[in-house]
């Protein structure tokens, strides 16, 4: 009985996605899937969602660099809900933008066992952060948020500091590469002293000055590894 399944970097692409769902469908016992690396692109995305509900057991979906885009992400987003035992989901690097982020956020507070999230690399930015912002406090068993490299601003920054404190259970938050300055990194701080899990926080690539690392380190607790 197939409980784990790894295609990583097949180059399947979207001609090969319609074969590998028949397969699925069959693999009901399935817990982890790893697609990634396999430029499914919008056209393959579509025959992977429309199998994904059948498989129930899944606990972990990494479909990261297939160039899925907006349309990919927003099939994906009508049948994630279904997913309630997904505990890991990686789309990182799949081009959604801002608006694949508004319709994965409406998905997401389904996923009430997610302790994993990678979203890095979408160019999502503080619109993209806006919507996921507003998803992320039903996302209580969370324990690892990677939105590095998404254009992410000042704005954004403001409003995942607002909804960051609902997750208590957080641990590990990369926001490497993003556009996050001096102003951003003053909302983040603000919202430290209740991030009391916290021990991973990645801020490299932030344009963020001294006075902004300053306000950073003066919140943060002693376990907590701040990378800037």
Same mark, same amino acid.
């Given at each position: 009985?197939?409980?784990? #399944?790894?295609?990583?970097?097949?180059?399947?692409?979207?001609?090969?996605?319609?074969?590998? *769902?028949? /397969? %699925?469908?069959? #693999?009901?016992?399935?817990? @982890? !899937?790893? &697609?990634?690396?396999?430029? #499914?692109?919008?056209?393959? =995305?579509?025959?992977?969602?429309? /199998?994904?509900?059948?498989?129930?057991? %899944?606990?972990? !979906?990494? #479909?990261?660099?297939?160039?899925?885009? @907006?349309?990919?992400?927003? @099939?994906?987003?009508? @049948?994630?809900?279904?997913?309630?035992?997904?505990?890991?989901?990686?789309?990182?690097?799949?081009?959604?933008?801002?608006?694949?982020?508004?319709?994965?956020? /409406?998905?997401?507070?389904? !996923?009430?066992? &997610?302790?994993?999230?990678?979203?890095?690399?979408?160019?999502?930015?503080?619109?993209? =952060?806006?919507?996921?912002?507003?998803?992320?406090?039903?996302?209580?068993? &969370?324990?690892? !948020?990677?939105?590095?490299?998404?254009?992410?601003? =000042?704005?954004?920054?403001?409003?995942?500091?607002?909804?960051?404190?609902?997750?208590?259970?957080?641990?590990? %938050?990369?926001?490497?590469?993003?556009?996050?300055?001096?102003?951003?990194?003053?909302?983040? *701080?603000?919202?430290?002293?209740? %991030?009391?899990?916290?021990?991973?926080?990645?801020?490299?690539?932030?344009?963020?000055?001294?006075?902004?690392?300053?306000?950073?380190?003066?919140?943060?607790?002693?376990?907590?590894? &701040?990378?800037?």
């Amino acid at each position: 009985m197939l409980t784990i #399944l790894n295609l990583e970097s097949n180059y399947l692409s979207h001609k090969g996605a319609p074969a590998l *769902a028949e /397969v %699925l469908r069959r #693999l009901t016992a399935l817990k @982890v !899937l790893n &697609l990634a690396g396999n430029y #499914l692109s919008h056209k393959g =995305a579509p025959a992977l969602a429309g /199998v994904l509900p059948s498989l129930t057991a %899944l606990t972990t !979906l990494n #479909l990261a660099f297939n160039e899925i885009g @907006v349309a990919g992400a927003r @099939v994906l987003a009508e @049948v994630l809900p279904r997913l309630t035992a997904l505990t890991t989901l990686n789309l990182a690097f799949n081009e959604i933008g801002d608006t694949g982020a508004r319709d994965l956020a /409406v998905a997401l507070p389904h !996923l009430m066992a &997610l302790t994993t999230l990678n979203l890095a690399g979408n160019e999502i930015g503080d619109a993209g =952060a806006r919507d996921l912002a507003a998803s992320l406090p039903r996302l209580t068993a &969370l324990t690892t !948020l990677n939105l590095a490299y998404n254009r992410i601003g =000042a704005a954004g920054a403001r409003d995942l500091a607002a909804a960051l404190p609902h997750l208590t259970a957080l641990t590990t %938050l990369e926001l490497a590469r993003n556009e996050i300055g001096d102003a951003g990194a003053r909302e983040l *701080a603000a919202a430290l002293p209740r %991030l009391t899990a916290l021990t991973t926080l990645d801020l490299t690539g932030n344009g963020i000055s001294a006075a902004g690392e300053a306000a950073l380190r003066a919140a943060s607790n002693p376990r907590l590894t &701040l990378s800037i």
